[in-house]
């Protein structure tokens, strides 16, 4: 059974820093790309970033480049997220999800439960 657990998430003032994690399980982690989305309050579903199988490439929406650093450790089966100069509007519960394929264009089947980040003074 597939698993992904995140975590990390919690209150942070603008310009501050928090870094997800997010454990797999369920399937062989270095054989797939990841990637994170998110929703804010009262909207949809927003792609953040993605991260090819082997970590040698990664990807973001144009609002999160240069500010979030996705990375991996497939030794650890863990997925990460390193946000930085966080706004009010970074506000959503971020999803861990799981990529088709080797290359974060290959559609999405499995996502966590979600955290919960709050940008907030």
């Known amino acids: 059974e597939v698993q992904l657990v995140e975590s990390g998430g919690g209150l942070v003032q603008p310009g501050g820093s928090l870094r997800l994690s997010c454990a797999a399980s369920?399937?062989?982690?270095?054989?797939?790309?990841m990637s994170w989305v998110r929703q804010a309050p009262g909207k949809g579903l927003e792609w953040v970033s993605g991260?090819?199988?082997?970590?040698?490439?990664?990807y973001y929406a144009d609002s999160m480049k240069g500010r979030f650093t996705v990375s991996r450790d497939n030794a650890k089966n863990t997925l990460y997220l390193q946000m930085n100069s966080l706004k009010s509007e970074d506000t959503a519960v971020y999803y861990c999800?799981?990529?088709?394929?080797?290359?974060?264009?290959?559609?999405?089947?499995?996502w966590g439960k979600g955290t919960l980040v709050t940008v907030s003074s």
């Open positions: 369920g399937f062989t982690f270095d054989d797939y790309a």
């Open positions: 991260i090819s199988w082997i970590g040698d490439s990664t």
């Open positions: 999800s799981k990529n088709q394929g080797a290359y974060y264009y290959y559609g999405m089947d499995y």
